[in-house]
Structure formats: C-alpha cells, structure tokens
C-alpha cells in the first residue's frame, strides 16, 4: 500500500515513537544520561519518513549515497549539488529525527571560507540542522560553529581519504595513533564540534576516547562503547551488492524480499494474471450499452 494512504505514517498502528524533536544540545543530554543514540543513512523521502518513524535519533544523508545509490566505487565523486538535492528529499519526510548532512569531497577541502559557504548552502538551501565534516580540520570546526552551524566531526577511517589511506582499513592499530585520534577529537569538541563519528577503530580506542570526550560519540565499527552507532541503510537491510564490512549486522533481506516481488509481478504480467478484472476500472453500464456493439468493452 502507497505511503500516502496513510496521512499519519506508514502504518495504520498507534505510534509509541517519540515525537519530541531531535537536537545537537538534545544528544549531549543522552550521553551525560548515558542513553545510547541511534543513527541510521537516508537518501530519499520514502525511507527517511520510515526511519524517522521508527524512532531513529540522527539521520544522516551520507555520501555514502555515491555508492550505494548511484553505483560509484567511493564517496570522491558525488556533488554539492547531488547532496543538496538528497538532502532537501530526507528533510521533507522527518519530524523528529536530526538531520545532518554530509558536506562531499573537495566543498571544504581548499580553503575554510569555501567549507563555510557550502555548509551554509546545506543549512539555508536544503534544510539541514548540522553538517558533518571529515578529519581533523579544526579550523574550519571554529569556523563553522562561528557562523551558527551545528557540526559533525568524522574520525578514524574517513573514507574521503580513501586514496591516501590506501583502501578503507582500520585505523589507530598503534599507541601512537590511539593517542593522536584522541587528541584530534579532543580538539574538535573544544573547536565546537557537538558530536563526532569515530569509524573503523579499535573498540579499546573508542572505547577511551568516549569516556574522556565531552561530546557524544557516534561509532561504526568502533565497538560497542560509544555513546550512540550508525549503520548504512542499504547494508542494514541487504540492499548492497558487496559482501558485508565485519561491523555490519544485517536486520532484514529486503533485497531477496524486493526481487521475489518483482519476479512475481513479471510472472504475473507475462501470464496475463496481472492486472485482474478487480484491478481494472470499467465504463458505467449506460456507457456500454451506448457504444457501438464492435467495439463495446466487455466485462
């Protein structure tokens, strides 16, 4: 059944989701209540309204939506302007959840007066309530939260990097490296960053940083003791071609469910089964009597 029959949601079911609206200073209250946060990827109006119904604390229009979407082998080639168009679709559909954005390659990366101009385009132009950055710029962190723009940290394996890393591997494996990445997210939080990501890290490395940072942390393939955990939501649901990362826990094979479905409908439609009598519309029976009798439309 379409979404739209369902004016409410998508269910005809009372709701027992919680409507009170999502904010950055709202997760920072999670984490000193020590309530984990949920976070899930969305990229278009039909699966962010089912995410935001499902309770989803933060959404995020990841560039992740350069593979998983539009069938790019990493994040490096999706636009600002692909970005903006995905997110003004996610904004649409949610009430509760916040909504962050993430800013692609290459619309921060040359200058902060360039990562503050794009960002703002995500706020004003397509209705996002914070951006997410990756790495350690804090600077443009300092920057942004000057101009009164929510942020998002993203540390660890930052897969706009993905070139200089060499592949998308762990990350902080050393105790140099551990100590570095807590540095860097330490600076972030102070710079004004209110929550960071901290992906493809050892649990034992997040696990420190989560304790010792003042903002809430966001983990994936960081281990449990983050203050909150992010999935894709195309690996979430089966829905990629690629055999799963170690951190991905699948919770439904929609992309098994998607191809019967769509074998069934083919079925249908070559055995003439599809659409039905009940499933077609007729003329009034005045209508038919009218017509002349060669071409009058049986039922």
């Known amino acids: 059944m379409s979404l739209t029959n369902f004016p409410g949601g998508c269910s005809s079911a009372p709701s027992t989701t919680p409507t ?15 309530k984990p946060i949920s976070a899930l990827t969305a990229y278009d109006y039909a699966t962010s309204r089912l995410v935001d119904e499902a309770g989803i604390d933060l959404i995020l229009v990841g560039d992740s939506l350069a593979m998983v979407v539009l069938g790019h082998e990493n994040t490096l080639a999706i636009t600002v302007d692909e970005m903006l168009h995905h997110t003004r679709a996610v904004r649409r ?7 962050v954005a993430d800013m692609p390659f290459g619309s921060y990366h040359s200058s902060v007066a360039e990562g503050v101009a794009n960002a703002v385009r995500f706020i004003k132009e397509a209705g996002a309530e914070a951006v997410k950055i990756e790495g350690p710029r804090v600077e443009l962190v300092r920057a942004l939260t000057a101009a009164e723009i929510p942020v998002v940290g993203h540390l660890g394996l930052t897969p706009q990097s993905v ?19 807590k540095a860097d997210a330490l600076a972030l939080a102070e710079a004004g960053a209110g929550v960071i990501v901290l992906e493809g890290v050892p649990r034992e490395a997040a696990a420190a940083i989560t304790a010792e940072l003042p903002v809430p942390t966001i983990g994936i393939g960081a281990g449990p003791d983050c203050d909150g955990q992010i999935l894709v939501f195309h690996d979430l649901l089966n829905l990629t071609f690629a055999p799963p990362a170690k951190f991905v826990r699948r919770y439904a ?8 479905a769509i074998e069934h409908y083919r079925e249908d439609v070559e055995h003439r089964t599809f659409p039905s009598d009940e499933e077609s519309y007729h003329l009034a029976s005045a209508v038919r009597e009218a017509l002349d009798p060669a071409v009058k439309v049986q039922k």
């Open 93 to 99: 559909a949610v009430r509760r959840a916040l909504v």
């Open 163 to 181: 070139n200089r890393m060499g592949g998308f591997r762990v990350q902080a494996r050393t105790a140099e490296t551990v100590l570095q990445l």
């Open 20 to 34: 009170t609206k999502v904010t950055m200073p709202a997760l920072a209250e999670m984490k000193r209540q020590g």
């Open 253 to 260: 094979d929609a992309g098994a469910l998607i191809h019967t």
